[in-house]
Every structure is written in C-alpha cells, then in structure tokens.
C-alpha cells in the first residue's frame, strides 16, 4: 500500500499537498478530509506515491470515496484548467463536482461491545426494579444504543439526538460506562441523498436449528411482500425493535444496500423519435458531425448558421446517433437556454437516458443528476457552463450550442471559459466537438478560416423562409424632424399599430432595465451614486427605488437633490420598465409583456412570458437580451430595436462584436413563421460598422472588419489577453498593490508581453473595492502565462491577499 498521497485542497493556492495514509487507502480522484492549517478541508486525491517529501507530513483524516468520482480525463482537464487559467487547482476541482459536500464538525457515536451486551441484556431481562425517572433514562438508553447497534457507520449527535431524544448527559453518561464511543470529528454534509434498502438474500433461508422469532418474522414477511426489496425507513414502521433488523443481516438473510434517492426532472411520455425533415445543409451538417464522432478522433467543428436555419435539430438527431452507437454526449446550452419546456422536449426525445443540469437544480437535485451520470444511467447529458464536467462516459460528441454567448466565461474563480474547456475536454477523450451560433465569436470563426476547426454553414432558414429586413432609423435625424426625444420613432410607431391591427406579433429591445437611467440634479449637476460603486443608480417606478445594477445596493427615490437640496432633480435615459409603460400609452388596446431580471424571477417565469407569447396572449413584448436569446415564435413578424448601441460607447474592444451579436439574434426572432419578417433598428450610431454589417445579416463582412482590426491593436484571437485587476475597500491599500505590481511589471524584462497600467479601472470602484487594472497582451500564451505566475509570486512574496489580486485570462470584460 502507497505511504503518501497528493491532495488538492479548495484553497487559494497553487499546488497540492502531501499527507500520509494511515487507514484506507485513498484513490486519485476519490475525496479525502484533511487536515488544512486550523482547519478540515475535502480535497481530491490526485496522487498516490511512496514518496516521502522532505517536510513532515500530517495523515488523511478521513477517505471519502474508494472509488474516483474524477476520472483520470476529467483529473487531467482540472490539472490543464489551472495551468491555462492560472487558478488554484483545489478550487477547479471543487467546481467540477458538483456535490457540495462542506466539511462539518461533529461529535459521532459508535456503539461499543459493552454497549452491544448491555443491549442484548436488557433483551432477554427486560428492565429491571428502578425508580420510574431511572427506568425512562434507561430506555433512552438502550433506544441509543439499538440506533448505533442499526448503523453502519458514526451516527452525529444531532442525529442521534432527533431520534431518540437524548441529551448531551446522557451521552456522557454512557461514554463512561464504554457503552458508545465518541469521536469528534469532520464529516461531509453530502447534498447527494441515498436511502437505506433491504434485500432478501435468495441463498438466505432460515433453518430448522435457528427458526425466526415473531420480531424476525414481521420484518422477513414485510420485506417479502414488498417483492424482496424495502426501504429501511418503511421497516422501521414497523413495530419491530431496530436491532432485529441487524440480526437479520447476521445471519446472512437479508443485506443492506445504499441506493440513491431517485429524481426525476419528469416522468413525461417514453422515448420518442421525432420524424424531422432536415433540409440538404441541415443533412450534410449531420453527415460531417455523425462522421466525426463515429470516428474517435478529436475533431471541432464550427457550425454557423444563420438564425431559424435549424441547428437545434441538427444536434438533437446527432446526439441520438451517438446514443445509438451506444456513445455519451454533452450539450452545453447558454444559461437562459434550458427552460423548462426545453428540458421537457429533451425528456420526450431521451427518455430516462438524458440528464439535464442547470441553474434552477437545489443541491441534492444537482448532485442525484450527477450520480446518475457518474454511474452510466444517463448517458446523454444538458446542462449550462459546469455541465461541461459532467461525468459522461464513452463520451464521443460535444456541442456547445450558442457558442459566442458570453455566459459560458465563469467570473468567479475558477475564471473558466464553458466552451474552451469543452474543446480541450474534445481533445482529451477523443470526441468530437462542434460549436453552434448564428453570431460566432471571432476566436472560433478564425479557427475555422485558418483551418484549425471545420466550417459547415447553414445559409438557409427552414422552409425557405427570407431573413427579415431591417430599417435603419438614424434617432439624430428623427431628433431634428419631431423636435422631441421620443423612444419610439414614427416609423416604429406605425409598423408596431400595423402588427396589432393584423393580430400579429411584435418584440421591442430596450437592453436596459428599470425605469429611468440617471438621475440627476439640474442645480448641481450632481448624478446619484450607488454608496458602495462608481455608478449611478436607476430608477424603479413600479416598486419605487433607486437600484444599484451592480450590487443590489437600494435607497429611497428622493424628492429634492441629497446634496443641494435643490427640488430640480430630472429623471433620464428610459429603461424597459418605461418602455412598457410608453408602449401601454401608444397601444392601449394591446397585451404588453415584459422580460427582464425584474419580472424574471426564475426559470419559470421566463418560461411563462414565452408561453404567453407562444399562445398569441401577448401582442408585444418588450425586454432586455433575454428577449434576443434563441426563441422559436412564430407568430413575431416585428422587432423593434430602441436601446441597443450603449455599448458601442463603452471602453471595451468586445463592444461592436457584443453589438453585432445581439442585433442579429433578436433580428433573428422576426419572421419564424409563414409571413416575413421587419426589424426597425433605431440608433444614434448608424454609421457604425457593427450597426451597418447587422442590417445586412451580414456575418462575413463583419468579421473581416473586425478581425482587421483586432489584428491591428493586437487583441484576440491575434494575441492573448489578460486582466490583472487588484482590489481593496481600502484606497491607499489598492493603489499600494497597483503600485509594486506596476513597479515589478516594469522593472522585469518581459519576452514578447505588453503591459498597460496600472490604470484605474473602468468600474472606478465596485461593492466598496477601489480597484485598478493592468491589460497583459501577448502572442504567446505561454510568454503571458509565465508572466503571470511569475507576477503572483511576488505578489504572494509581498504578502498581497490572493483573494485581492486576481488574474483573468482571456478575460472577457475589461470593466
Ligand atoms: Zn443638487
Ligand atoms: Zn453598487
């Protein structure tokens, strides 16, 4: 047996740690309780060794798992996400599982021999001459003792205390008699809920030496009836003390198993194949994608079609193909993708051999799902960004579907990108990988020019139909014309009345949400700031209040300037909330819906929104993004752009691919049925290429633009990019870590890496940080990787918190 094991433990270090193992040995990608500075931490084993290090090692708790949760894939896929990421492996591993399990101190019991005779005593004696007081502690007693004599494992105190109402003298109590010994010790609270079930053992038959007792017989009838399996909580129904169930197992009768409580997302109809017609690009794309995960190679493929051309079809026929060779496969969908109804196609198309993951999952669901994976029961799997470590086996086909969305980048530690590490995953196991969009993002639209992925479009939308027209309404000539600032310009006006007189359907943008945007002070000129960000507060008209977007901060909507006093305070830049109410005054007649994070609570209110849209309950819909993302109606022949160029002013190069994006998406929503789509596109920018090259559903021609000129400033995909950005509630103290860090940046000779800053950053100030930035950009991931590491470890030299100094890689925001 191995001597030593490597753990990463879920702190903010770099490296693992070496314990000893002393008890059971543990296995890589099993979970171990460690101890950890003060503190017991679960960690995963990533190596087992007999070699001693040079320091003195302290011993594995506790092993958690005798088998690996992390296959040796998914163990390498940590190690190269905390390379390429430069995150603590600890913490990558914690967030590829899925099973919160968070170390708990608690005192266990176990049950002593001397316990099991006095048990067994008071068996056969029943209780003896005792005051009644003694006699009641006593049953306390033994009830104790045959709870610990059922258990397989340390029972906690609180359990045992639940169960058999005992106080904390009574343990102590029998701990000095030896009846139970007491262990103080870390356990895992495991999410991930199993019951207890009882099997009759087709070799156990009772002999004429040893017949049952009548306790015995009860329990053995019971289980019996129950078809040869119960579950320990309905035996323990029965009148029947607790021990008589371990004596069963003694005697080699019946055993006990562990299996996990069952979840079902919902039990709706079996496996159905849907006929779907694909068209002649939708076949060919199926052909290429068949091929490549039949193949066994690592392969990327990026499917670009445009909006309506089918790519859901495309995936869900590829993926049964897959599960028809008897192969896994993983779908990774944007956040706002699964929505229930989504889920629920995927149960009538997968059957019972689809596991799906999302946000909307408590802990135990998410883990049940997981377990369910881990052990081949589900060999389909759909789930959001962390779906991407789903345990899949045999897995031979990967897709990322909307693959430029940006709520694929984790902005958490570990700061991973969804789609990346589904590449990489491709390229360790030997699966294919396709990427899906309508908009793809650069990075993988040059892969593909340069030959690195294939390409497949889809130029056409099923059945033919056009992709709708855009009219570009240039709001500083509608300015001059009305002489008001209007959110609706005339022409929206008028195309929107057409579309409710006709009974048809239409979608507004306004990606902005709350009432008014600003609020400002005529007098002073003063704009009211969140307390705890560099950012002004909106408005909110409905539950009136100022809002913070960024922290939640609220306050009061004041009646006169809070630092003049002056009553002139003017209310500026409409939101979605006064959209809606603007639209409510042009339409009266119409049914007006809103989707936003203010009506959108959870899943299922995005949900019900759209199937009111579906069921042609709605007449407009006005909204933030969300109303951009994916949805199929067809009966929308209208959408309406009032507020969607913002970003075009922000310091971010991203911002005209943002822009590009999501006007084509919800431009993409218009004309999914039988009638052609309209979309008027109202903007203060209308020179803008972004804006110029989505009136044209033109992709191509704004990605040659846009390449161009990422190739000229050296972004990505030509360089790598990464946000160092360093933070404290304390000034001086973040200017302090902005300065040494500069300081060290400039005084080391860096190969082939740029940096800029110290500068403050864009977000001056966010939930009581001040905080400072530095943009590293290199040709050379591996020049700027190096950098990086090498910059954290004087920073660690200096003492600066880790948790205050934090490294993006190919970061997406630069805020
Ligand atoms: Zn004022
Ligand atoms: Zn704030």
Same mark, same amino acid.
């Given at each position: 047996m191995a001597r030593f094991c490597d753990v990463a433990v879920p702190v903010p270090l770099e490296s693992t740690f070496t314990y000893s193992i002393n008890g059971s040995e543990p296995v890589p990608g099993g979970r171990v309780i460690v101890p950890f500075r003060a503190q017991k931490h679960v960690g995963i084993v990533t190596k087992v060794h007999d070699d001693e290090p040079s320091v003195k090692t302290k011993p594995v708790q506790q092993v958690v798992d005798s088998a690996p949760l992390l296959s040796d894939h998914l163990l390498e896929l940590g190690r190269w996400i905390a390379s390429y990421y430069i995150a603590p492996i600890g913490e990558v591993y914690r967030s590829m599982l899925p099973l919160p399990a968070e170390v708990k101190k608690a005192s266990v019991y176990t049950v002593a021999d001397a316990g099991l005779d006095a048990l067994h005593r008071s068996a056969e004696q029943g209780s003896s001459r005792r005051s009644k007081l003694n006699v009641e502690a006593q049953m306390t007693e033994y009830e104790v003792l045959d709870y610990l004599a059922n258990s397989d494992e340390p029972v906690r105190e609180a359990t045992l205390r639940s169960a058999t109402g005992a106080n904390k003298q009574l343990f102590a109590g029998m701990v000095r008699k030896k009846w139970i010994t007491r262990t103080d010790a870390t356990s895992l609270r495991d999410a991930s809920r199993v019951r207890r079930v009882a099997l009759l053992k087709q070799e156990g038959v009772p002999t004429k030496q040893r017949p049952l007792n009548d306790n015995q017989q009860i329990l053995m009838t019971g289980i019996i009836a129950a078809g040869g399996r119960c579950s320990v909580d309905e035996l323990n129904k029965l009148a029947v003390p607790r021990s008589t169930l371990q004596t069963l197992v003694g005697r080699g009768l019946i055993e006990i198993i562990e299996e996990p409580l069952d979840f079902h997302v919902s039990h709706l109809a079996g496996k159905g194949t849907k006929d779907l017609q694909l068209t002649t690009e939708q076949s060919k794309a199926l052909d290429h994608i068949h091929a490549a995960a039949a193949s066994g190679k690592f392969s990327v493929t990026l499917l670009h079609g445009v909006t309506g051309s089918g790519k859901t079809a495309v995936y869900l026929e590829a993926m049964q193909q897959v599960l028809a060779a008897g192969g896994g496969a993983l779908l990774l969908v944007p956040e706002i993708g699964l929505t229930p109804a989504a889920a629920a196609h995927l149960h009538v198309v997968f059957g019972d051999e689809v596991a799906i993951l999302h946000s909307g999952l408590t802990d135990a669901e998410r883990a049940e799902q997981w377990h369910r994976i881990h052990r081949g029961e589900a060999k389909i799997v759909v789930g959001t960004r962390s779906g991407v470590f789903a345990p899949v086996a045999n897995l031979k086909l990967i897709i990322v579907d909307e693959e430029h969305d940006h709520s694929y980048k984790q902005e958490e530690t570990p700061r991973y990108h969804g789609r990346d590490v589904a590449v990489m995953r491709g390229k360790l196991t030997s699966a294919a990988v396709v990427l899906g969009s309508a908009t793809p993002s650069l990075e993988s639209y040059h892969n593909a020019k340069n030959g690195k992925y294939h390409l497949i479009e889809l130029k056409q939308r099923v059945a033919d139909r056009p992709l709708p027209e855009v009219e570009i309404v240039d709001l500083r000539f509608e300015f001059q014309q009305s002489g008001k600032d209007q959110i609706f310009s005339r022409q929206l006006v008028e195309e929107v009345q057409h579309r409710v007189e006709n009974g048809e359907q239409a979608i507004i943008l306004m990606n902005r949400r709350g009432y008014s945007a600003v609020v400002v002070c005529r007098a002073c000129g003063e704009a009211i700031q969140c307390r705890n960000c560099a950012i002004t507060l909106t408005h909110h008209k409905g539950s009136p209040r100022l809002e913070c977007h960024y922290c939640g901060y609220r306050e009061r909507v004041p009646k006169v300037c809070p630092k003049c006093q002056s009553e002139h305070i003017y209310f500026?830049?409409?939101?979605?909330?006064?959209?809606?109410?603007?639209?409510?005054?042009?339409?009266?007649?119409?049914?007006?819906?809103?989707?936003?994070?203010?009506?959108?609570?959870?899943?299922?209110?995005?949900?019900?929104?759209?199937?009111?849209?579906?069921?042609?309950?709605?007449?407009?819909?006005?909204?933030?993004?969300?109303?951009? @993302?994916?949805?199929?109606?067809? #009966? +929308?022949?209208?959408? $309406?752009?009032?507020? =969607?160029?913002?970003?075009?002013?922000?310091? /971010?190069?991203?911002?005209?691919?943002?822009?590009?994006?999501?006007?084509?998406?919800?431009?993409?929503?218009?004309?999914?049925?039988?009638?052609?789509?309209?979309?008027?596109?109202?903007?203060?920018?209308?020179?803008?290429?972004?804006?110029?090259?989505?009136?044209?559903?033109?992709?191509?021609?704004?990605?040659?633009?846009?390449?161009?000129?990422?190739?000229?400033?050296?972004?990505?995909?030509?360089?790598?990019?990464?946000?160092?950005?360093?933070?404290?509630?304390?000034?001086?103290?973040?200017?302090?870590?902005?300065?040494?860090?500069?300081?060290?940046? @400039?005084?080391?000779?860096?190969? #082939? +890496?740029?940096?800029? $800053?110290?500068?403050? =950053?864009?977000?001056?100030?966010?939930?009581? /940080?001040?905080?400072?930035?530095?943009?590293?950009?290199?040709?050379?991931?591996?020049?700027?990787?190096?950098?990086?590491?090498?910059?954290?470890?004087?920073?660690?030299?200096?003492?600066?918190?880790?948790?205050?100094?934090?490294?993006?890689?190919?970061?997406?925001?630069?805020?």
């Open positions: 500026l830049g409409a939101g979605s909330e006064q959209v809606e109410e603007r639209l409510h005054q042009a339409f009266p007649t119409a049914r007006i819906g809103r989707l936003d994070r203010d009506t959108v609570r959870g899943r299922h209110d995005f949900e019900r929104v759209l199937n009111q849209l579906n069921a042609g309950e709605i007449d407009i819909l006005v909204g933030t993004q969300m109303v951009a @993302k994916g949805h199929d109606i067809h #009966g +929308v022949t209208l959408v $309406g752009v009032v507020g =969607a160029d913002f970003a075009l002013g922000f310091p /971010d190069f991203r911002a005209a691919e943002r822009t590009f994006q999501l006007l084509t998406q919800v431009a993409g929503r218009a004309g999914r049925g039988h009638i052609p789509g309209k979309v008027i596109l109202q903007t203060f920018f209308p020179d803008h290429y972004a804006i110029q090259f989505a009136q044209k559903h033109d992709f191509h021609g704004f990605a040659a633009k846009e390449l161009q000129f990422r190739k000229w400033m050296h972004y990505p995909p030509f360089a790598s990019v990464a946000n160092v950005l360093v933070r404290s509630d304390k000034l001086d103290q973040a200017l302090r870590y902005a300065g040494e860090i500069g300081n060290w940046f @400039k005084e080391t000779r860096l190969e #082939g +890496v740029r940096v800029m $800053g110290p500068a403050a =950053a864009p977000l001056l100030r966010l939930k009581r /940080d001040y905080r400072y930035h530095f943009v590293l950009k290199s040709p050379s991931r591996e020049a700027l990787n190096s950098t990086l590491r090498a910059m954290l470890r004087h920073a660690d030299s200096l003492k600066f918190p880790r948790t205050q100094v934090i490294v993006d890689v190919d970061a997406l925001s630069l805020m």
